[in-house]
């Protein structure tokens, strides 16, 4: 799962630790693909379950490898 941090209401830290707490998404990747990109938003992402941490913009070939190592 490709999620945003900054999102209205509920924020991308709130919605990865909400993810982790659901049995059926164990093994779920979730990746966080941000605009923030200090090293104390890398740390709320590893914390709130965030496996890896892209700052925007993205290039698509590392959105594309990550997405192709990751396949189960």
């Known amino acids: 799962i490709f999620l ?3 999102m209205p209401g509920q924020d991308g830290y709130e919605t ?5 707490q659901i049995a059926a998404l164990d093994g779920t990747v979730l990746v966080a693909l941000t ?15 965030f496996d890896e941490f892209l700052v925007k913009p993205a290039l698509p070939e ?10 189960r």
């Open 4 to 6: 945003d941090i900054g």
């Open 16 to 20: 990865a630790k909400q993810l982790r």
């Open 35 to 49: 605009g923030y990109g200090r090293d104390t938003d890398r740390q709320r992402a590893r914390e709130a379950g």
């Open 62 to 71: 590392v959105v594309s490898a990550l997405a192709a190592s990751r396949r």
